[in-house]
C-alpha cells in the first residue's frame, strides 16, 4: 500500500487503485461521444434536450465564429453565464478555438467582473442578456472587442419570446452581437488548432 494514497486500505478489492486515461484535449473527448453516441442526451434543461452529436456540431459553429471574431490560439474567452446550454456549447466551442475559457460567475458585481476581465485578458466576453448592462460596463478598460449576448430564449423560445423583443433593441451597439445570429452565419466547422492538453 502507498503510504501516500493513506485511503486505499479503505478501497473496495474489485475497485481499481490505479486508472490509465489517455491523454487528449477536452473538446476531443466530445468529439468522440458524438460519433460513438450522436444522439445521446448530452444536456436536459428545462424539458429541451441537446444530443452529443448537436452539442458537437453546435461548439463547432461558435469555435468557426470566434475564429472570425479574431480569436487566436492562446486569446482569453470569458463566459458570463449562468448554468445553462449556452455555457456548455461556448466552452466547448472557445477550447475548439483554441481559446482559454475565463468562466465568471454570474453573481459578479461590475467590480468584480472588470477585474477578472482585465486579469485575465479576455478578448470576447460572453453574457447573459439580464447580465449585458453590467458587462458593458465592466468592459470598459478591458481588453474585450467584442461581447456577444445570449439568454433563455435561445434555448426556451416559447417560454422567452417576450425576452427577445426586450433585448434585440441592445444588438444596434456595434460591440453587441448575438449569439444566435453569430451561429447562424457560420457555416464551417470548428478550425483546426492544435492543442496539447
Not at 73 to 90: E, W
Not at 97 to 119: F, H, R, S, T
Request: aromatic share 8%; glycine share 6%; with cysteine.
Amino acid at each position: 500500500m502507498d503510504s501516500d494514497r493513506p485511503w486505499l486500505r479503505y478501497w473496495l478489492r474489485d475497485v481499481p487503485q490505479r486508472m490509465s486515461y489517455s491523454v487528449v484535449a477536452l473538446h476531443d473527448r466530445l468529439r468522440d461521444s458524438a460519433r460513438k453516441y450522436p444522439w445521446r442526451t448530452a444536456i436536459y434543461y428545462e424539458g429541451v434536450e441537446l444530443s452529443y452529436e448537436q452539442l458537437d456540431r453546435a461548439s463547432d459553429r461558435v469555435a468557426a465564429s470566434l475564429s472570425r471574431l479574431g480569436v487566436v490560439k492562446g486569446d482569453r474567452v470569458a463566459l458570463y453565464l449562468p448554468n445553462s446550454p449556452q455555457f456548455v456549447i461556448c466552452l466547448y466551442g472557445a477550447l475548439k478555438a483554441g481559446a482559454i475559457v475565463v468562466p465568471c460567475n454570474p453573481a459578479y458585481k461590475e467590480m468584480e467582473l472588470n477585474y477578472q476581465l482585465k486579469d485575465s485578458g479576455a478578448k470576447i466576453l460572453v453574457a447573459f442578456n439580464m447580465l449585458v448592462d453590467a458587462a458593458k460596463r465592466a468592459a470598459k478598460g478591458t481588453a474585450v472587442e467584442r461581447i456577444i449576448i445570449t439568454g433563455y430564449e435561445d434555448v426556451l423560445p416559447a417560454i422567452h419570446l417576450a425576452l427577445k423583443d426586450m433585448i434585440v433593441e441592445r444588438l444596434g451597439d456595434e460591440e453587441l452581437v448575438g449569439l444566435t445570429d453569430l451561429i447562424a452565419e457560420s457555416k464551417n466547422g470548428a478550425p483546426d488548432v492544435a492543442i496539447d492538453p
